[in-house]
């Protein structure tokens, strides 16, 4: 079974540009979420998705956005890039709320975003 | 709000016991976890304990919950070099969403 993907595995841009990043979760799982890792810090929460809506967003500014396709692959969009949002963005996937049990979350490797 | 804390680092000698500590604030948790995290790589589930148990063994790995106190903690036995990561404890409130805490930095010595 294919694990969580995530490209590109390495991002470099430039202030004011543009990145997306993409993920697919694992076959069958329907909840996708997105994290912020900066450097030597902890998850910071930015996106879940399930079934195709946006369940929930962590308090990051408007220019963090993104969307769930119907074959419950996502994208994550970040415009108007700082220097600060170099970071590994990762994402993970769940069965989804409905599911009873545990839900764990399988990660993915993650996008490394640089901004310059 | 709901808070999960964490030492940010523990150092352990080749051979011997870690235990890392977490404390957490939401008594509705229905599940913790314990995730680790390798060098540039994503987090790995290493085990989880549903809130009505007190512990959980799996090999080398000791969860236990004291529900009353709001202390999870992870045991693991005879540590590795291999052993060495960022170990995230994460609860799940009764909102399905998941908080967590900052990470432990486990360094073992020689």
Not at chain 1, 46 to 54: A, Q, R, S
Not at chain 1, 96 to 114: D, I, M, Q
Not at chain 2, 55 to 74: E, F, I
Request: charged share 20%.
């Amino acid at each position: 079974e294919a694990g969580v993907t995530q490209s590109p595995t390495h991002l470099i841009k430039t202030r004011g540009q543009q990145a997306t990043l993409r993920c697919s979760p694992i076959s069958g799982h329907t909840s996708v979420y997105w994290y912020q890792q900066a450097l030597g810090l902890g998850l910071q929460f930015l996106l879940w998705y399930d079934e195709g809506e946006e369940r929930n967003r962590g308090n990051f500014p408007p220019r963090f956005s993104g969307r769930q396709f119907p074959n419950y692959s996502s994208e994550l969009n970040v415009n108007a890039l700082e220097l600060e949002d170099s970071a590994l963005y990762l994402c993970a996937s769940s069965r989804g709320t409905v599911s009873s049990g545990a839900n764990v979350l399988t990660f993915g490797a993650g996008s490394r975003l640089t901004v310059l | 709000g709901e808070d999960v804390e964490q030492s940010l680092f523990l150092s352990v000698r080749e051979g011997d016991s870690s235990v890392i500590n977490c404390t957490y604030t939401d008594s509705s948790s229905t599940y913790l976890y314990w995730y680790k995290q390798e060098p540039g790589a994503g987090l790995q589930l290493l085990t989880y304990i549903f809130s009505n148990m007190d512990m959980k063994q799996d090999q080398r790995l000791t969860v236990l919950l004291n529900k009353k106190d709001k202390h999870l903690s992870l045991r693991i036995a005879d540590t590795q070099t291999g052993d060495s990561a960022i170990y995230f404890c994460a609860e799940r409130n009764s909102n399905y969403q998941l908080i967590w805490g900052a990470g432990t930095k486990l360094i073992i010595k020689p």
